[in-house]
């Protein structure tokens, strides 16, 4: 399998777990609180996430590159609002409304992210077929509400 099949598999796969772990945190945030649900579900990952850098990433101590732009630690903060914001809204709206508003403003954010290449990553021009790739996602969002 090549890379980009491979890509392409992780990231549908991916997108299944997004779905599963929004139901889960959400369940979780009416037992103990929204929050305290998006502090806990972080810190668990963190907990995971420290040992499996170690075994299968680095044979040795992680080395930190200096100078990295302070933007670029937010994910953790938006990683905070985007498990909240599910935790808030899956039990009201449910996992399929949920994820079509969050995937809705991700592929606006990404048009717009690829045209201008954000973050000094490639750049993919608007085009007709992207336009109207977001408004298919619009037009499916509009008939699950």
Do not use: Q
Not at 6 to 29: H, V
């Amino acid at each position: 399998m090549n890379t980009k099949s491979l890509s392409i598999l992780f990231s549908m796969l991916s997108g299944i777990f997004i779905a599963l772990m929004a139901r889960l945190n959400a369940t979780l945030g009416e037992h103990i609180g929204v929050l305290e649900s998006s502090f806990l579900v972080h810190f668990i990952g963190a907990v995971f996430a420290i040992p499996l850098i170690f075994l299968f990433f680095k044979k040795e101590c992680p080395k930190w590159k200096k100078g990295a732009p302070i933007y670029l630690f937010g994910g953790g903060l938006l990683g905070i609002v985007i498990v909240s914001a599910a935790n808030l809204a899956v039990p009201r709206l449910g996992v399929l409304l949920t994820m079509g508003l969050f995937l809705t403003g991700n592929f606006l954010f990404a048009v717009i992210a690829d045209h201008f290449g954000f973050f000094n990553l490639p750049v993919f021009k608007i085009t007709t077929r992207r336009v109207t790739g977001l408004l298919c996602a619009v037009a499916g969002l509009m008939l699950v509400l």
